[in-house]
């Protein structure tokens, strides 16, 4: 059974940091698209960071590039993403996502628009909530 669970949300102050944890089983990531996408109350989901070892990707959302860092432990089948120097227009529900797709950049591309497009990925977490305030 393929499941993904997150862990690691929680309150944190204006400037602070927080790390996800996305743990996987039911499958090896290792040649998965990964991913965390993001939904705050009253506004649609969003894709924040999506990485690819098989087509040598990694997209930010412009609104977090320089702050956060999505990595992989395959070892640990586990995805993290560490988040920095929080403001409180991140606070939101944050999902970790992955899929096992062997598409090209370029079929990704055409047919999505980017490798972090919501429409693309199969197996969703539950979310974890973060909330970021003082």
């Known amino acids: 059974q393929v499941q993904l669970v997150e862990s690691g949300g929680g309150l944190v102050q204006p400037g602070g940091s927080l790390r996800l944890s996305c743990a996987a089983s039911?499958?090896?990531?290792?040649?998965?698209?990964i991913g965390w996408f993001r939904q705050a109350p009253g506004k649609e989901r969003e894709g924040v960071s999506c990485?690819?070892?098989?087509?040598?990707?990694?997209y930010y959302a412009d609104s977090v590039k320089g702050r956060f860092t999505i990595s992989r432990d395959n070892a640990k089948n586990t995805v993290y993403l560490q988040m920095n120097s929080l403001k409180p227009e991140d606070t939101a529900v944050y999902y970790c996502?992955?899929?096992?797709?062997?598409?090209?950049?370029?079929?990704?591309?055409?047919?999505?628009?980017?490798?972090?497009?919501?429409?693309?990925?199969?197996?969703w977490g539950q979310g974890t909530q973060v909330t970021v305030s003082s």
């Open positions: 990485s690819s070892s098989s087509v040598g990707h990694t």
């Open positions: 039911g499958f090896t990531l290792d040649d998965y698209f």
């Open positions: 996502v992955a899929d096992p797709r062997r598409n090209t950049m370029t079929t990704i591309l055409k047919r999505f628009g980017s490798i972090c497009s919501v429409n693309m990925y199969d197996f």
